[in-house]
C-alpha cells in the first residue's frame, strides 16, 4: 500500500481542482489519492485531433492519445470517453479513418462536431451512428453533447430549442454538457450566445459545460456560477506546448474533480 500510494503521488504531482457549488479548491496529490475512494463516475474528455491535418504526424499524435487513455484507464477505470469536436480536419475523407482510429479506446467513446468536422449531418450519422445533437444518461447522470458546426465550417450556437427540451426533461438527473465551440468572448475564437446562457441560468442541475476549440486552453471559466472548462487539445500545429486531456471525476457527494493528463502524467487538478 505504501508503494502504491507513493507511486500515486509522484505521478500526480500538480494540483487538481475541486468544484462543489460553484467555488474552486485546489488540491495536491495527497489529498486527490484520498478522494479516489469516493469517486462513483470518472471520464475522459478530449478536443482537436486534427487528425488528417497535412504536414502534422496526425497518425502518431492519435496513436499516442489513444495508448496513454488506454493506459490512464488499466489503472483507473474510465466509464467513457467524449472527444469534444475537431476530430478531422477539413478532408471528409478521414472521418471513417478517424472513428477507426479511436476506436481503439477501450471505453465507450461519445464525439460532438466542430467547426474542421466537414461533414453533412446525415454523414455524421451514418459514420457515428448517432445524430449530431444526442444525449444519454449514465449513473444517474445526464450527458448532452450538441453541435456548435456545421458542414461548412460555420461557428454556431448550439440548437437551444433542442437544447432546452433535453434540459426540461432531465431535472431530476445532474447534466454534463459537451460543445466545441465557446458561447462567450472569453477566449480569441469564440461566439457570443447570450441565449446560451440564459438558458442554463434556469437549470440548477447543470454542473458544468465543456469546451473544444480552443487549443490555447485548458483551464475554467464561470458564468452565474456554472463552470465552463476547456481541454487543450490533443492534435493539430498549434497550441498549448503539450498535447493533453482532461479528466473528470463526480464524488459520492457529488463533488467534482478534474484535471489535465500531459498526456500520462498529470499537470493541472480541479475540484468543481
Known amino acids: 500500500m505504501k508503494n502504491t500510494r507513493r507511486d500515486f503521488i509522484r505521478r500526480f504531482s500538480a494540483a487538481a481542482t475541486l468544484i462543489t457549488l460553484g467555488s474552486f ?72 479513418k478517424a472513428k477507426r482510429k479511436f476506436s481503439g479506446l477501450n471505453m465507450p467513446l461519445y464525439v460532438t462536431q466542430g467547426n474542421h468536422d466537414h461533414v453533412s449531418a446525415e454523414q455524421w450519422k451514418q459514420i457515428w451512428d448517432i445524430p449530431v445533437n444526442h444525449s444519454f444518461s449514465l449513473k444517474n447522470y445526464k450527458f448532452i453533447l450538441a453541435t456548435t458546426s456545421n458542414q461548412a465550417g460555420d461557428y454556431l450556437a448550439p440548437d437551444l430549442t433542442w437544447l432546452a427540451g433535453e434540459l426540461a426533461n432531465s431535472q431530476n ?24 446562457f440564459d438558458l442554463l441560468a ?3 442541475n447543470v ?26 487539445h490533443i492534435g493539430g500545429s498549434w497550441g498549448t506546448a503539450y498535447k493533453g486531456f482532461r ?26
Open 173 to 196: 438527473e445532474p447534466v454534463f454538457i459537451f460543445v466545441h465551440i465557446p458561447q462567450k468572448k472569453w477566449t480569441k475564437h469564440a461566439i457570443e450566445t447570450t441565449a446560451f
Open 25 to 96: 479548491q485546489k488540491l495536491g496529490a495527497a489529498e486527490l489519492l484520498d478522494l479516489q475512494q469516493n469517486v462513483k463516475l470518472r471520464f475522459i474528455v478530449a478536443s482537436d485531433a486534427h487528425y488528417g491535418q497535412p504536414k502534422t504526424p496526425f497518425k502518431s499524435m492519435a496513436n499516442e492519445f489513444v495508448s496513454k487513455s488506454n493506459a490512464f484507464h488499466d489503472k483507473l477505470p474510465c466509464d467513457f470517453c467524449v472527444l469534444n469536436g475537431d476530430i478531422i480536419h477539413d478532408n471528409p475523407k478521414f472521418m471513417p
Open 202 to 204: 434556469n437549470y440548477e
Open 247 to 272: 479528466v473528470v471525476e463526480v464524488l459520492e457527494n457529488d463533488a467534482i474533480v478534474t484535471y489535465m493528463m500531459n498526456p500520462d502524467m498529470e499537470i493541472t487538478r480541479d475540484k468543481i
Open 207 to 232: 454542473k458544468a459545460t465543456f469546451h473544444g476549440h480552443e487549443h490555447e486552453e485548458d483551464g475554467i471559466y464561470t458564468e452565474n456560477g456554472k463552470p465552463f472548462i476547456f481541454d487543450s
